[in-house]
């Protein structure tokens, strides 16, 4: 079986932008072929990450940007699951180069999610919720999510100044990531007094709305090694971590579940099908949780990540809080990973259809020891979760080796 291996990543600017959808594609996909071969002469098929059409009434994304990368005739489809439809491109990138059907898959995620403000967004996105109750009954991401947090607080004696430590590691994080849409550290008393928006969650608990793009591309060894992961810049090159030199990235696990829609009929506090997508991909890899080193994580809402580092078998039940912690302070249970190293979607920012893309570009850069300031020491195993819907609605996990 082929490996399928990370052979370019890029990212456009993130966070509110004056360009359309297939101008931020375009930036990113600039970035990932920087040095490289022209798109045309490399890809066989596109898959594009995309929430939803209101943000600019357009559909056929798969066939825009297709065109928007100058290739003609080849297969290209736009694929959704609200915010883990980036992670459904990379899924399905990875399966077809994996299974020989093609050479490279340029999977790509794009989002322009300010067009119409937080309103439009907010509306968009509730379309990600069952519709014959919750959707009437006026619910909301931060709403649904501030269900969770509400019961996660509850069962383990969890406080919104826990819950903030989340927002303010994340915050850090984005502090040195120059790809970040927020790169200023907040305290906890910025989080705490910020304005509730669904109590428990307040401003600095939510990502935010964001425009943005990522592109991978993902292909088989010989491809791949046209390539130089051209993504993360000669700058940061520069800057190489010596103990993380490795030039290859390689999706060892890739899996997808998919659970429930409506939140009354979920364990609030127990993200199953993150716990069995991110199982299957360790047994894929032949790894387990502890040998991870960063992870990136939907944090689309401080308690997620709480609730992700559980799942993934990062942290006993009910201490997934701590991620916010220094490894030697956490409690006993608990593995040595970094979670949100980019800032998560918190700060760096969270650009629906791009996000899943977005959590391998960081990987990339970590794993390939260009993460500048945010390097992780060593790093060499990264899983990715990226969830679409409330929590495990979809969820898809992907573990990346540096080789
Ligand atoms: N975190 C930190 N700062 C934020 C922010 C966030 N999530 N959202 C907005 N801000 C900042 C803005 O930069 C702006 O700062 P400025 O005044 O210094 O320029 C200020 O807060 C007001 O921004 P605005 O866009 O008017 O905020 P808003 O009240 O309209 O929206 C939320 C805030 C939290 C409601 C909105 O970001 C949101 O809906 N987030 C959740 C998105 C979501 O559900 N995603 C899908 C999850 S699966």
Same mark, same amino acid.
């Given at each position: 079986?082929?490996?399928?291996?990370?052979?370019?990543?890029?990212?456009?600017?993130?966070?509110?932008?004056?360009?359309?959808?297939?101008?931020?594609?375009?930036?990113?996909?600039?970035?990932?072929?920087?040095?490289?071969?022209?798109?045309?002469?490399?890809?066989?098929?596109?898959? =594009?990450?995309?929430?939803?059409?209101?943000?600019?009434?357009?559909?056929?994304?798969?066939?825009?940007?297709?065109?928007?990368?100058?290739?003609?005739?080849?297969?290209?489809?736009?694929?959704?699951?609200c915010a /883990?439809?980036?992670?459904?491109?990379?899924?399905?990138?990875?399966?077809?180069?994996?299974?020989?059907?093609?050479? /490279?898959?340029?999977?790509?995620?794009?989002?322009?999610?300010?067009?119409?403000?937080?309103?439009?967004?907010t509306?968009?996105l509730s379309?990600a919720f069952?519709?014959?109750?919750e +959707?009437?009954?006026?619910i909301t991401a931060p709403s649904q999510y501030a269900m969770l947090a509400q019961r996660y607080c509850?069962?383990?004696?969890v406080?919104e100044?826990?819950l903030?430590?989340i927002a303010?590691?994340?915050?850090?994080?984005?502090?040195?990531?120059?790809?970040?849409?927020?790169?200023?550290?907040?305290?906890?008393? &910025?989080?705490?007094?910020?304005?509730y928006v669904a109590p428990p969650l307040k401003l600095f608990d939510c990502a935010p709305?964001?425009?943005?793009?990522?592109? =991978?591309?993902?292909?088989?060894?010989?491809?791949?090694?046209?390539?130089? @992961?051209?993504?993360?810049?000669?700058?940061?090159?520069?800057?190489?971590?010596?103990?993380?030199?490795?030039?290859?990235?390689?999706?060892?696990?890739?899996?997808?579940?998919?659970?429930?829609l409506a939140v009354?009929?979920r364990d609030l506090t127990?993200v199953?099908?993150a +716990?069995?997508?991110?199982?299957?991909?360790?047994? +894929?890899?032949?790894?387990?949780?502890?040998?991870?080193?960063?992870?990136?994580v939907h944090d689309a809402f401080t308690v997620c990540e709480a609730l992700l580092?559980?799942?993934?078998?990062?942290?006993?039940?009910?201490?997934g809080v701590?991620?916010?912690?220094?490894?030697?302070?956490?409690?006993?249970?608990?593995?040595?990973?970094?979670?949100?190293?980019?800032?998560g979607l918190k700060?760096?920012?969270h650009?629906i !259809?791009?996000?899943? @893309?977005? +959590?391998?570009?960081?990987?990339?850069?970590? @794993?390939?020891? &260009?993460?500048?300031?945010?390097?992780?020491? !060593?790093?060499?195993?990264?899983?990715?979760?990226?969830e679409g819907g409330l929590a495990d609605a979809?969820?898809?996990?992907? @573990?990346?080796?540096?080789?």
């Open positions: 079986m082929p490996t399928a291996t990370i052979a370019a990543v890029g990212s456009s600017e993130l966070g509110k932008t004056d360009l359309p959808g297939r101008d931020l594609f375009s930036a990113a996909l600039a970035e990932a072929f920087e040095g490289g071969p022209d798109p045309a002469d490399v890809v066989d098929a596109v898959y =594009v990450g995309n929430q939803s059409e209101s943000y600019e009434n357009q559909i056929m994304y798969g066939t825009l940007l297709a065109e928007w990368a100058g290739l003609r005739n080849v297969p290209a489809e736009r694929v959704e699951a /883990a439809a980036g992670a459904l491109a990379l899924k399905n990138a990875v399966r077809d180069v994996r299974t020989g059907v093609h050479d /490279a898959v340029l999977a790509c995620g794009v989002e322009k999610m300010t067009a119409g403000g937080t309103e439009g967004a509306n968009a379309a069952e519709r014959a109750l +959707q009437r009954s006026g509850h069962d383990f004696d406080s100044a826990d903030a430590e303010v590691k994340n915050h850090s994080n984005a502090a040195d990531n120059p790809r970040a849409m927020f790169q200023r550290e907040i305290d906890t008393e &910025q989080v705490l007094e910020s304005d709305v964001t425009d943005g793009a990522a592109a =991978v591309l993902i292909a088989n060894e010989d491809v791949a090694s046209e390539f130089g @992961l051209g993504g993360a810049g000669d700058d940061a090159a520069t800057d190489a971590d010596p103990d993380t030199d490795a030039d290859t990235v390689a999706v060892t696990g890739s899996s997808v579940m998919v659970n429930n009354a009929e127990f199953e099908g +716990q069995i997508a991110a199982n299957e991909a360790y047994d +894929q890899a032949g790894v387990e949780a502890a040998d991870v080193d960063v992870a990136e580092a559980e799942a993934a078998g990062f942290a006993p039940e009910g201490t701590e991620s916010a912690m220094e490894p030697e302070d956490r409690s006993e249970g608990w593995t040595d990973v970094r979670i949100n190293t980019s800032g700060a760096r920012g650009a !259809g791009a996000t899943g @893309l977005l +959590q391998a570009v960081e990987a990339v850069e970590q @794993l390939t020891g &260009q993460a500048g300031d945010r390097q992780v020491e !060593g790093a060499e195993t990264a899983l990715l979760i990226n979809a969820t898809a996990a992907h @573990l990346l080796e540096a080789r």
